[in-house]
Antibody, heavy 127, light 108 residues
Framework: QVTLRESGPALVKPTQTLTLTCTFSGFSLSSNGMCVNWIRQPPGKALEWLAL???????YYSPSLRTRLSISKDTSKNQVVLTMANMDPVDTGTYFCARIRRERDSGGHYSYYFDSWGQGTLVTVSS | EIVMTQSPATLSVSPGERATLSCRAS??????LAWYQQKPGQAPRLLIY???TRATGIPARFSGRGSGTEFTLTISSLQSEDFGVYYC??????????FGQGTKLEIK
């Protein structure tokens, strides 16, 4: 059974750096095709993808947030860490981690959909 | 960046009736599209991937179709537990992976 769980501060001040940890079980991030992502959702709004780290330590970021984000993994601990610098009140929302199990479909294209999600952690940015 | 546009924003359907949700991509995504259901206070749940393949455990009343830029999610006979917000997501060209703004499905 695949599980993911987010942890981190519920409240951060503007300009501070946010650090979130995703702890997962049921798969290994060193296995071929495995990826862990961060996705966020402001209150009442849509989902926004932030970052992905894959089994060979490839790192990909949302272009609009790239300068503020850093993603890393500790395979031995089954953890992925996201840092987001210079937090602002508009960054308030629920932050999810989610797994992608990259597979090649019948057309030869790799699939990057999120098949397992954590329950999310609410982060409020306020002074 | 590929922009995903969903319509309508809100849909009210009576139990037992059919619900059809639409998703349009700003450029072709082939069949590299997924659908998710999200209920209040919960994480999204994968429903459909590859535009038309149901994820494990998803009831047969959920079906997806489309390719290129136009996609639909149909719930053939709406159940009370199907309320929530539905999102489409493209994975044809990234980063970034992009979602639509969501369709809120209300039970009439």
């Amino acid at each position: 059974q695949v599980t993911l769980r987010e942890s981190g501060p519920a409240l951060v001040k503007p300009t501070q750096t946010l650090t979130l940890t995703c702890t997962f079980s049921g798969f290994s991030l060193s296995s071929n095709g495995m990826c862990v992502n961060w996705i966020r959702q402001p209150p009442g709004k849509a989902l926004e993808w932030l970052a992905l780290i894959d089994w060979v330590d490839g790192k990909y970021y949302s272009p609009s947030l790239r300068t503020r984000l850093s993603i890393s993994k500790d395979t031995s601990k089954n953890q992925v860490v996201l840092t987001m610098a210079n937090m602002d009140p508009v960054d308030t929302g629920t932050y999810f981690c989610a797994r992608i199990r990259r597979e090649r479909d019948s057309g030869g294209h790799y699939s990057y959909y999120f098949d397992s999600w954590g329950q999310g952690t609410l982060v409020t940015v306020s002074s | 960046e590929i922009v995903m546009t969903q319509s309508p924003a809100t849909l009210s359907v009576s139990p037992g009736e059919r619900a059809t949700l639409s998703c349009r991509a700003s450029q072709s995504v082939g069949t590299n599209l997924a659908w998710y259901q999200q209920k209040p206070g919960q994480a999204p749940r994968l429903l459909i991937y590859g535009a038309s393949t149901r994820a494990t455990g998803i009831p047969a009343r959920f079906s997806g179709r489309g390719s290129g830029t136009e996609f639909t999610l149909t719930i053939s006979s709406l159940q009370s537990e199907d309320f929530g917000v539905y999102y489409c997501q493209q994975y044809n060209d990234w980063p970034p992976l992009t979602f639509g703004q969501g369709t809120k499905l209300e039970i009439k």
